[in-house]
Nanobody, 120 residues
Framework: QVPLVEVGGGLVQPGESLRLSCAAS????????MGWYRQAPGKQREFVAA???????NYADSVKGRFTISRDNAENTVYLQMNSLKPEDTAVYYC??????????????WGQGTQVTVSS
């Protein structure tokens, strides 16, 4: 298992910002694709953003232009900068690590989640 620890969640008002961090240990961090998912009450977990080992990024349409994913391989950390937050962004946010090795074997790891609440 690859330990993933998220920090940075909290309660903010609409329009404000939060920065989530996910620190990995016990892993060759640089080879993993990293991502963020979220799950709101009563809804299924959904994709938010991802960054490959090579630094390419991808975003869900709902957050594109507002959220930015980045990584610091020297610190084994992936970040999610969330700007212009909306009430519909309220969810538990999960860090995800993925690596596809030879012969199709895949490694998938999840953090414990951190609560983000956007409310006035």
């Amino acid at each position: 298992q690859v330990p993933l620890v998220e920090v940075g969640g909290g309660l903010v008002q609409p329009g404000e910002s939060l920065r989530l961090s996910c620190a990995a240990s016990g892993t060759i961090f640089s080879i993993y694709n990293m991502g963020w998912y979220r799950q709101a009450p009563g809804k299924q977990r959904e994709f938010v953003a991802a960054i490959t080992s090579g630094g390419s990024t991808n975003y869900a349409d709902s957050v594109k232009g507002r959220f930015t994913i980045s990584r610091d391989n020297a610190e084994n950390t992936v970040y999610l900068q969330m700007n212009s937050l909306k009430p519909e962004d309220t969810a538990v946010y999960y860090c995800h690590a993925h690596y596809e090795a030879e012969r199709g074997y895949q490694y998938d790891y999840w953090g414990q989640g951190t609560q983000v609440t956007v409310s006035s």
